[in-house]
């Protein structure tokens, strides 16, 4: 098939304008013009240029063409499974209390560091294709289950396979996810380890395969201060930062983000208004993870209207990750923006593509204006609200033929 084709047949076209922040653009009976894998032109099928018209033509269907989703934070690579522990906090044993019994992030850690690049490979691998039948074009993926050097390195060389088959992917190295054991709670000195040792270490064995760095700055992790020097390790090595943030309690992720230029702050169910303040103006995004609030049971959702209000570009994430949030499915983040962050559709919607692929400096995804990759999405519905006002339907986007 040409590199040139128009994609005609549409009930319309949903995508944000990435030049006017939080606007979206509802195009009904709409033609999309793609040349060589990337948007060449959108708008009404009757206004198609006269240079597009004798074109190849692709069916839409009668389908909405919409941009296929960015997910800006997952825990992709882990040994393991943690129902068992679901179970037990079904019977009322606290999220905390299994940590403490060495459970938690702890089982994962030890499963993690029993797997073979090859055996996260192929569970990788399997995740990936659940992520992209659901309409997940672009991840953000975390090592951060080997609290080592070796297991997070293996962890890298994992991503690095997944890259090299094809897979479109951000990485970002988090070996500073929690206190590793062997350190007895010393987080000075394991913050120390992380910074000075492991962080240029992973990126000498693995040139080029992250771009960002991340550290849990929460109560009983990593303090503020030891995060801030962790983050300036990173930044030396070139990678940039995005900061576990507030999850817990307030601890002043969002203002130290905010601080540092990250990239992105993510959680923040604790979030100040400073912070909010801050992020708005350090051009930080917020990365809302309200799945994990869900499977947690936890009462206190991240003030998304606050910060919108506060001038924050808000984007959603699933978190996917073996105990605080196994999902793997977009739609019910968009669902959760919108029914229990108090989203509009349209800022839930740009918060699932746009705002997650500036969050991860990549400009051509997350829209379909001309120069963004033809990463499109076609929803078999009447209307896009449908995909939140069902809430149990478990729609699937068709795609674009190769």
């Known amino acids: ?35 060589g894998g990337r948007v060449a032109w959108l708008g009404r099928a009757a206004d198609l240029p006269t240079e597009w018209r004798s074109a190849p033509k692709v069916d839409g269907g009668g389908a909405w063409a919409t941009p296929g989703f960015v997910d800006p934070h997952t825990h992709l690579l882990f ?28 089982e994962t850690v030890r499963a993690t560091r029993g797997a073979t690049v090859a055996e996260l490979v192929a569970s990788g691998e399997a995740r990936l294709k659940a992520f992209h039948e659901r309409g997940v074009v672009h991840l953000e993926c975390k090592t951060g289950y080997g609290l080592e050097l070796e297991t997070e390195s293996r962890l890298a060389a994992a991503y690095a396979e997944l890259k ?50 991340d550290v849990f700055v ?44 990250a990239a992105s702050a993510d959680h923040l169910m604790f979030c100040s208004e400073a912070g909010m303040k801050a992020m708005a103006a350090a051009d930080v995004t917020p990365v809302l993870l309200p799945g994990t609030t869900l499977f947690l049971g936890m009462r206190d959702w991240a003030p ?18 073996p105990g605080s949030c196994p999902c793997l499915d977009p739609l019910t983040i968009l669902r959760l923006g919108c029914l229990q962050l108090r989203m509009t559709f349209e800022e839930a919607f740009t918060a699932m593509t746009l705002h997650p692929a500036r969050s991860l400096r990549r400009e051509d ?17 009447d209307d896009m609200l449908e995909l939140v006002y069902w809430v149990g339907e478990p729609y699937r986007p068709r795609f674009l033929p190769a």
């Not at 007895?184 to 000075?196: K, L, M």
């Not at 998304?304 to 990750?321: P, Q």
């Open 218 to 261: 929460e109560t009983g992790v990593y303090t503020a201060d030891q995060g801030r020097r962790i983050f300036e390790a990173g930044k030396r090595l070139g990678l940039v930062p995005r900061v576990h943030a507030d999850e817990l309690s307030w601890t002043g992720g969002a203002e130290l983000a905010a601080e540092l230029g």
């Open 79 to 106: 040994g393991g499974n943690r129902s068992g522990e679901f179970n037990r906090r079904l019977h009322g044993v606290s999220y905390q209390q299994i940590a403490a019994e060495g459970g938690g992030i702890r």
């Open 1 to 35: 098939m040409s590199d040139r084709r128009v994609l005609v047949n549409l009930r319309g076209l949903l995508t944000p304008d990435p030049a006017r922040a939080w606007a979206v653009d509802r195009i009904p009976d709409a033609a999309l013009a793609l040349d």
């Open 164 to 213: 090299a088959r094809g897979w479109s992917l951000d990485v970002t190295l988090l070996p500073a996810h929690d206190l590793a054991p062997e350190f007895n709670g010393d987080a000075e000195t394991n913050a120390r380890a992380v910074a000075e040792d492991w962080l240029p270490e992973l990126v000498r064995r693995h040139p080029g395969v992250a771009r960002f760095c």
């Open 365 to 381: 995804l997350g829209h379909l204006h001309p120069g963004a990759r033809a990463e499109v999405l076609l929803w078999d519905v």
């Open 304 to 321: 998304a209207r606050k910060m919108i209000e506060a001038g924050c570009r808000v984007a959603l994430a699933t978190d996917f990750n």
